[in-house]
């Protein structure tokens, strides 16, 4: 599915607010005396872009573009680009830093004899550590740069850190890998999405990455199995014949033996992304790491769900299929179901829990039984994690949403989110993550948050909101798709604007279906599903939407 939608954003991108990536991670130096080898930084398709050096006798507003446009050539630690920059200061800066992606083209105006200013409007940045944040509007900012004169020639004394790539010279040296780490009772891997450039190296900065720990906005709600100041002994992940070789500092040695096995899950599926590795070994500064053999289950990756329809219709709740008939839940939750006349519903992976929203608030139902845990007026769409609470926020209160668990204890968990009309609220199915879609008196806005939880589960807060581009036009709904996309869905005058979001990575809106959308889900595969106002069922998987052949007066979301 990753792979398709990077094949939709590439064919779109030119209707697209083109969303960003970033700068390599820094390898660690330090955990051991040994002697590390150095990072090869080749391009990994052989082709090397080989930007222009200085020309003689150029002014300094030739040596500033020359100097942007250097940014594309990574070999030598970005020699080229150095070659524009004074002796005293070509060290001295730092292109790893980040990368800010050029929407357009940067302006160049003078400030003073020997500086000159770059304005640009950028559409996502991403740091050093590879982690991508995007510019929801184009965001313009000014760059300062400058001038000193060295042998006769104009040469840039200062520039701010980081480079500037275009969004085709981004697309042609950047990739995106997921980082993977637990979630608090390690029965779910959790991608973190980074971007890194697609060199030699980018095996040993997946891995340095992963052990420096999760991307800010995640901590809290999920977890490594490493030990805190666990590096890389020798600086560099070696690949033979498939095989990746990491050589772990000390620290390492204080794992458990639980740990050591998530360990090496954690490096595996981090560095499944790298074409040339298949398996990964783990030494610890050369000396051989006893891994015992893995016990019981492993941790589910990008759980998936049925890839039936769930609905309500005609009051049967079930599963549907295009042949007209409804498959109901394995035991009595379809009737009761049915009976409440939902307006929404939500179904655990169990499929023996369900919260239902209608008319009167959200219910509970197990089987015959059902409990009304909150009849407050405005409420959104309920929803369900993993781990036994339901929650429930209401469409005028943005600063708190309440997590009730299945026997009706409530407990209040607030948030940062801005002030607005609360539209939906989902939690991942791996229940680290919520999201949320806001009505804001500036349009449609959709954050993704980390769900805090205390030691006995129970959540306690949310972490900072980090916003992802949303659909315009009226709110209509917002869905998680997998582990790591998400979809919001707008209504405008010329049909449903549906967008599709990799959570720190790139967004892509998908053909507009004709009608009127009533609400959407994920569904199997990653698929979207969409029901429109006239009850039908479409689905994507991608550039288009076809017809289920489903109906529905309620389609339901599966855990």
Same mark, same amino acid.
């Given at each position: ?11 779109t ?23 590390g ?6 391009a ?27 940014g ?47 304005t ?11 982690e ?65 450039l697609?060199?030699?190296s980018?095996s ?19 977890v ?6 666990t590096?890389l ?10 095989s990746a ?40 500064e ?8 893995q016990?019981?289950t492993?941790?589910?990756?990008n759980p ?6 769930l ?9 549907a299929?295009a ?12 009737a009761?179901i ?9 179904l ?6 369900a919260?239902?929203?209608?008319a ?10 059902a ?48 002030r607005?009309?609360?539209?939906s ?22 954050y993704?948050m ?10 306690t ?16 709904g917002?869905?998680?798709v ?22 720190? =990575?790139? /967004?892509?809106? +998908?053909?507009?279906? @004709? !009608? %009127?959308?009533?609400?959407? &889900? #994920? $569904?199997s =595969?990653? /698929?979207?599903? +969409?029901?429109?106002? @006239? !009850? %039908?069922?479409?689905?994507? &998987? #991608? $550039?288009?939407?076809d017809?289920t ?11």
């Amino acid at each position: 599915m990753r792979a398709r939608l990077r094949t939709l954003v590439a064919t779109t991108l030119a209707a697209l607010t083109v969303v960003a990536l970033t700068a390599c991670a820094a390898i660690p130096t330090g955990g051991g005396v040994r002697t590390g080898q150095s990072v090869k930084d080749e391009a990994i398709s052989g082709f090397e872009l080989r930007p222009d050096r200085p020309v003689a006798g150029a002014d300094q507003t030739a040596i500033l573009r020359g100097f942007v446009a250097a940014g594309t050539g990574a070999q030598d630690d970005y020699g080229t680009a150095r070659e524009f920059l004074a002796k005293g200061f070509a060290q001295k800066w730092n292109p790893r830093r980040g990368v800010t992606v050029l929407q357009g083209s940067g302006a160049i105006d003078r400030v003073a004899d020997r500086e000159l200013t770059y304005t640009l409007t950028a559409s996502a940045t991403v740091d050093a550590d590879g982690e991508y944040t995007q510019a929801v509007r184009p965001t313009t900012s000014t760059l300062t740069f400058q001038f000193v004169r060295e042998d006769g020639e104009w040469r840039i004394a200062y520039a701010p850190d980081g480079i500037i790539l275009t969004p085709v010279s981004f697309e042609s040296q950047f990739q995106q890998h997921a980082l993977y780490f637990f979630d608090p009772t390690y029965r779910y891997l959790v991608p973190d999405e980074r971007w890194f450039l697609a060199r030699s190296s980018t095996s040993t900065r997946i891995a340095s990455a992963l052990l420096a720990g999760p991307s800010d906005w995640l901590k809290g709600a999920v977890v490594s199995a490493f030990p805190e100041g666990t590096q890389l002994s020798l600086n560099a992940v070696t690949i033979e014949n498939g095989s990746a070789l990491v050589d772990l500092s000390s620290d390492a040695l204080r794992a458990s033996n639980d740990d050591r096995v998530r360990m090496r899950e954690q490096l595996t599926r981090s560095l499944a992304s790298v074409a040339s590795v298949s398996s990964v070994s783990i030494t610890i500064e050369g000396a051989t790491f006893s891994l015992p053999e893995q016990q019981g289950t492993q941790a589910r990756l990008n759980p998936d769900v049925d890839p039936r329809p769930l609905v309500d219709r005609d009051d049967e709740v079930g599963y549907a299929t295009a042949n007209g008939r409804v498959a109901e839940l394995g035991g009595d939750e379809s009737a009761t179901i049915a009976a409440l006349d939902p307006q929404s519903f939500s179904l655990a992976a169990s499929g023996t829990v369900a919260a239902v929203g209608n008319a009167s608030g959200v219910v509970v139902v197990r089987g015959r039984d059902a409990l009304r845990i909150d009849a407050t007026e405005g409420l959104v769409p309920p929803t369900l994690d993993d781990l036994g609470f339901v929650w429930v926020g209401q469409g005028g209160d943005t600063g708190r949403v309440t997590a009730y668990g299945l026997g009706g204890d409530p407990h209040q968990v607030p948030t940062t989110l801005p002030r607005g009309r609360l539209v939906s609220f989902q939690v991942s199915r791996d229940s680290t993550r919520a999201l949320a879609l806001i009505d804001t008196s500036d349009g449609p806005a959709l954050y993704v948050m980390a769900i805090v939880r205390g030691g006995d589960r129970t959540p306690t807060g949310l972490g900072p909101p980090v916003r992802v581009q949303a659909a315009t036009g009226d709110a209509v709904g917002a869905a998680w798709v997998n582990d790591s996309d998400v979809v919001s869905v707008g209504q405008t005058d010329t049909g449903p604007e549906v967008v599709r979001s990799t959570v720190g =990575g790139q /967004s892509a809106t +998908l053909p507009k279906p @004709d !009608g %009127t959308a009533a609400s959407v &889900t #994920g $569904g199997s =595969g990653g /698929s979207v599903l +969409l029901r429109m106002a @006239d !009850g %039908t069922v479409l689905q994507s &998987t #991608g $550039g288009r939407w076809d017809t289920t052949g489903v109906t529905a007066d309620v389609l339901g979301t599966q855990r």
